[in-house]
């Protein structure tokens, strides 16, 4: 009997050590990989960049799977994980790539912190958790306000791209597909496989990879692209993104939907702006209005109000 206990209390020490690792990766490596996907982006087109950044990273983990002994071959598996892969890592990436040609990674970061709130308007079965209190939903409309005040603030800002207001329209359309995504993953892809395998991830990564390579022949991409003529900084910052990004950061966010509510992984979003904006401004010489600050402050008071019920439920 104290053997077990013993066990099972290892078990769950092992347990909490992965959850606060996996925590650590979706908010600070994914907070960076805004800032990397721009620097990336002067060389790569963003579907290539797609392409290539997820046919390494699915081939590298599914190749893992295999070898931890994982059933990488199942009907169900890869066809939720298709559905999966595409509407969480394809719309929403393509959208990020595309969007950081109109605007800075610091912006792009900012307003993606709308994505935890998309998730907790969007995630149905627990909105009689969620919306319990008026707390939740008055934290609700003060984030998406903060919001408003980023879209309403690029039309007086001279230095911004000309484009700048359809890059932010393209944001809130991706922030909303990766909240589907992510609830999609959470409900119905997990189901598919053990808490601890990743064979899920691998397919999603190469499902969006083939949607990437299949945009990047149509567009043009492919034909037009010359390797020799890409910067080593470019080809490190694929290199992270590879590495990092999606193989450990996108792996530690399937995993933790496996054990953790939604809303709760989804605050990643919260984070992710603070170490963008930090990585934007001193390493990239990005500008950073006051406005944007405020907004994203803003954001994060409708976050500590929803947070706050979450903790007293």
Same mark, same amino acid.
């Given at each position: 009997? *104290?053997?077990?206990?013993?066990?099972?209390?290892?078990?769950? =020490?092992?347990?909490?050590?992965?959850?606060?690792?996996?925590?650590?990766?979706?908010?600070?490596?994914?907070?960076? !990989?805004?800032?990397? %996907?721009?620097?990336?982006?002067?060389?790569? @087109? &963003?579907?290539?960049?797609?392409?290539?950044?997820?046919?390494?990273?699915?081939?590298?983990?599914?190749?893992?799977?295999?070898?931890?002994?994982?059933?990488?071959?199942?009907?169900?598996?890869? =066809?939720?994980?298709?559905? @999966?892969?595409?509407?969480?890592?394809?719309?929403?990436?393509?959208?990020?790539?595309?969007?950081?040609?109109?605007?800075?990674?610091?912006?792009?970061?900012?307003?993606?912190?709308? !994505?935890?709130?998309?998730?907790?308007?969007?995630?149905? &079965?627990?909105?009689?958790?969620?919306?319990?209190?008026?707390?939740?939903?008055?934290?609700? #409309?003060?984030?998406?306000?903060?919001?408003?005040?980023?879209?309403?603030?690029?039309?007086?800002?001279?230095?911004?791209?000309?484009?700048?207001?359809?890059?932010?329209?393209?944001?809130?359309?991706?922030? %909303?597909?990766?909240?589907?995504?992510?609830?999609?993953? *959470?409900?119905?892809? @997990?189901?598919?496989?053990?808490?601890?395998?990743?064979?899920?991830?691998?397919?999603?990564?190469?499902?969006? @990879?083939?949607?990437?390579?299949?945009?990047?022949?149509?567009?043009?991409?492919?034909?037009?692209?010359?390797?020799?003529?890409?910067?080593?900084?470019?080809?490190?910052?694929? #290199?992270?993104?590879?590495?990092?990004?999606?193989?450990?950061?996108?792996?530690?966010?399937?995993?933790?939907? =496996?054990?953790? &509510?939604?809303?709760?992984?989804?605050?990643?979003?919260?984070?992710?702006?603070?170490?963008?904006?930090?990585? +934007?401004?001193?390493? +990239?010489?990005?500008?950073?209005?006051?406005?944007?600050?405020?907004?994203?402050?803003?954001?994060?008071? +409708?976050?500590?109000?929803?947070?706050?019920?979450? =903790?007293?439920?």
């Amino acid at each position: 009997m *104290k053997r077990s206990n013993m066990e099972s209390l290892n078990c769950s =020490k092992g347990n909490t050590v992965g959850i606060v690792v996996a925590y650590f990766l979706i908010y600070v490596v994914w907070g960076s !990989t805004y800032f990397f %996907i721009g620097v990336a982006l002067k060389d790569f @087109s &963003p579907f290539l960049l797609g392409a290539l950044r997820f046919t390494a990273a699915g081939i590298i983990l599914l190749g893992i799977c295999y070898l931890r002994g994982e059933q990488i071959i199942k009907k169900s598996l890869v =066809k939720r994980s298709a559905v @999966s892969g595409i509407v969480l890592l394809f719309v929403d990436m393509a959208v990020v790539m595309l969007a950081q040609r109109y605007l800075t990674s610091s912006l792009v970061a900012i307003i993606a912190s709308s !994505t935890a709130l998309w998730i907790l308007l969007l995630d149905v &079965p627990m909105w009689r958790t969620n919306f319990r209190n008026p707390l939740t939903i008055m934290g609700g #409309l003060i984030g998406f306000g903060g919001v408003v005040m980023l879209y309403a603030e690029q039309l007086n800002v001279r230095w911004l791209h000309s484009y700048s207001e359809r890059g932010i329209l393209l944001l809130i359309f991706g922030c %909303i597909s990766w909240a589907l995504g992510t609830l999609y993953a *959470k409900y119905r892809s @997990s189901r598919e496989e053990k808490v601890n395998a990743f064979a899920g991830s691998a397919w999603q990564m190469l499902f969006a @990879s083939g949607m990437f390579w299949l945009c990047a022949v149509i567009n043009g991409d492919v034909r037009e692209a010359d390797l020799r003529e890409v910067s080593v900084t470019s080809w490190l910052s694929l #290199l992270y993104l590879v590495s990092f990004g999606s193989l450990l950061a996108y792996s530690a966010y399937v995993w933790l939907l =496996k054990v953790r &509510p939604a809303a709760e992984v989804g605050t990643h979003a919260y984070v992710n702006p603070f170490i963008a904006v930090l990585l +934007g401004v001193f390493l +990239g010489n990005e500008q950073v209005t006051f406005i944007q600050v405020s907004g994203l402050l803003v954001i994060l008071l +409708g976050v500590m109000l929803i947070s706050r019920k979450r =903790k007293a439920q």
